[in-house]
């Protein structure tokens, strides 16, 4: 990297045990001289919380929510909680190829929003698109497609996901507070400022492995026409909030 940056990995846990440790170890290997973890666990009712403080690693630093407040609440403890110059967030149950903490943390130095491709992990295939079925990519061409790429967010074809995602500090001016009717697709909202604010760049390699499982917060099955109409009206208010904040950021 051309410019030293500190690093915090930003993790929101619930009910992880199953995975948790194998993906904080995959991050705590790529990891520099100062950087660290923040881990805000939703009042897991497993093991997750003693896993993470069991791995005794001091770059950790685990914080317990006495109530369950869904992972975007958390994600955003987790974001608030964060001290490192650029933020990676990362969820509980996947991979880290090695390197990403340098590819991200250089793009989100330059730019201020980085988002990456990644892989289904166990076969390292692309992520199918919902719509074709045909590897769903960023392009790095597209980053500075601005209303294209909101317009791919409203339709549901953008592959933005927070777990293949990287935030320069100066940008949480426009992404926090996070709006309150920000109910699910937090890394949408973080999207939607990056490319608003004209700070998006999109990272064509790999930096996750996605693990699929039945308890993945963000579902691949079909909505009712009901909560998708509900969750396209929230995009576009979100749209509206970037718009407003963007002028925090300088």
Same mark, same amino acid.
């Given at each position: 990297?051309?410019?030293? @940056? #500190?690093?915090?990995?930003?993790?929101?846990?619930? !009910?992880?045990? /199953?995975?948790v440790?194998?993906?904080?170890?995959?991050?705590?290997?790529?990891l520099?001289?100062?950087?660290?973890?923040?881990?805000?666990?939703? /009042?897991?009712?497993?093991?997750?919380?003693?896993?993470? =403080? +069991?791995?005794?690693?001091? %770059?950790?630093?685990?914080?317990?929510? =006495?109530? $369950?407040?869904?992972?975007?609440?958390?994600?955003?403890?987790?974001?608030? *909680?964060?001290?490192?110059?650029?933020?990676?967030? /990362?969820?509980q149950?996947?991979?880290?190829?090695?390197?990403?903490?340098?590819?991200?943390?250089e793009?989100?130095? +330059?730019d201020?929003?980085? *988002?990456?491709?990644?892989?289904?992990?166990?076969?390292?295939?692309?992520?199918?698109?919902?719509?074709?079925?045909?590897?769903?990519?960023? %392009?790095?061409?597209?980053?500075?497609?601005?209303?294209? !790429? =909101? &317009?791919?967010i409203?339709?549901?074809?953008?592959?933005?996901?927070?777990?293949?995602?990287?935030?320069?500090?100066?940008?949480?001016?426009?992404?926090?507070?996070?709006?309150?009717?920000? #109910?699910?697709?937090?890394?949408?909202?973080?999207?939607?400022?990056? $490319?608003?604010?004209?700070?998006?760049?999109h @990272?064509? =390699?790999?930096?996750?492995?996605?693990?699929?499982?039945? #308890? $993945?917060?963000?579902?691949?099955?079909? %909505?009712?026409? %009901?909560r998708?109409?509900?969750? +396209?009206?929230?995009? &576009?208010?979100?749209?509206?909030?970037?718009?407003?904040?963007?002028?925090?950021?300088?």
């Amino acid at each position: 990297m051309s410019e030293r @940056v #500190t690093v915090t990995v930003c993790m929101a846990t619930y !009910n992880g045990s /199953a995975y948790v440790e194998h993906q904080l170890r995959s991050i705590l290997d790529d990891l520099a001289s100062g950087d660290d973890v923040v881990v805000v666990d939703d /009042a897991s009712t497993d093991e997750t919380a003693e896993i993470v =403080e +069991r791995i005794g690693d001091p %770059r950790i630093r685990l914080i317990r929510q =006495e109530e $369950n407040r869904g992972y975007v609440r958390t994600f955003e403890a987790a974001i608030r *909680a964060a001290a490192g110059d650029v933020l990676l967030l /990362a969820d509980q149950d996947d991979e880290w190829v090695p390197g990403r903490r340098d590819i991200l943390a250089e793009a989100a130095r +330059r730019d201020g929003i980085a *988002a990456s491709n990644l892989s289904l992990l166990g076969s390292d295939s692309p992520l199918p698109s919902p719509l074709s079925g045909r590897a769903w990519r960023l %392009r790095d061409a597209t980053s500075d497609h601005r209303l294209r !790429n =909101e &317009v791919r967010i409203l339709a549901g074809m953008a592959p933005y996901f927070g777990c293949a995602m990287a935030i320069r500090r100066d940008l949480l001016a426009a992404i926090l507070p996070f709006p309150d009717y920000l #109910t699910e697709s937090h890394d949408l909202w973080i999207a939607t400022v990056g $490319n608003v604010t004209g700070r998006m760049r999109h @990272v064509e =390699e790999t930096t996750v492995r996605r693990r699929i499982h039945d #308890t $993945n917060a963000s579902s691949s099955r079909p %909505r009712g026409v %009901r909560r998708a109409l509900a969750s +396209r009206w929230m995009l &576009v208010r979100l749209w509206r909030e970037a718009l407003r904040r963007r002028d925090r950021v300088s």
